[in-house]
């Protein structure tokens, strides 16, 4: 079996990679990176009972749109100006308007968030990968963990184009509700 079916690509190929096409390379990267990161954390827990749907609902809660946006936000001066680049780019790109239920925004910005992560996949740099998704991971667990502690908090986040919109968490299950009002909730 081959080491890596894409083989690394120089930079050069990569930055000719169209930015949808890194984002959809990067979608599958991290989200095997959080299934692999939550699977390990039930075993090290001394859990051999892993209850499937509980493990994707949390794996969701972490690689949603809302969740790789916000992590995308909080990591802009943690990326590197070419890393930045791929996601800038990736970010204006016209793929369609994504699900109804999601803000545009979170959407173009997870697609940027996404590509990076694509990007860094294809150029084979694998430590800087690692350095990228584990920051996003961290933080994303830092907000799911304020939102379980505290589920009344809320951050501003005005959306251009559509309103504003609210999202809240609940405490117990961690289910998002959507629903038109002046918030944002980024758990």
Not at 34 to 48: A, D, H, I, Q, T
Not at 103 to 124: K, M, N, Q
Request: hydrophobic letters at 40%; one cysteine or more; a negative charge.
């Amino acid at each position: 079996m081959e080491e890596n079916v894409m083989s690394y690509l120089d930079p050069e190929r990569v930055d000719q990679i169209p930015p949808g096409v890194l984002a959809y390379i990067g979608d599958a990267v991290y989200e095997l990176y959080v299934r692999e990161k939550l699977l390990k954390n039930k075993l090290n827990g001394g859990r051999c009972d892993v209850d499937l749907d509980e493990l994707h609902k949390e794996a969701v809660l972490r690689v949603c749109a809302t969740a790789q946006a916000q992590a995308l936000a909080d990591m802009e001066t943690f990326l590197m100006p070419d890393e930045a680049d791929v996601a800038r780019r990736a970010r204006n790109i016209r793929v369609g308007r994504g699900p109804r239920s999601m803000p545009v925004l979170d959407y173009r910005h997870s697609t940027g968030f996404e590509a990076v992560i694509g990007y860094l996949y294809l150029l084979g740099r694998g430590h800087r990968l690692d350095e990228v998704m584990s920051k996003a991971f961290d933080l994303t667990e830092a907000r799911l963990t304020e939102s379980n502690r505290n589920p009344k908090i809320i951050s501003e986040l005005t959306l251009r184009g559509i309103g504003n919109l609210r999202v809240s968490c609940n405490e117990p299950s961690g289910v998002r509700q959507w629903a038109l009002g002046n918030t944002v909730k980024l758990a």
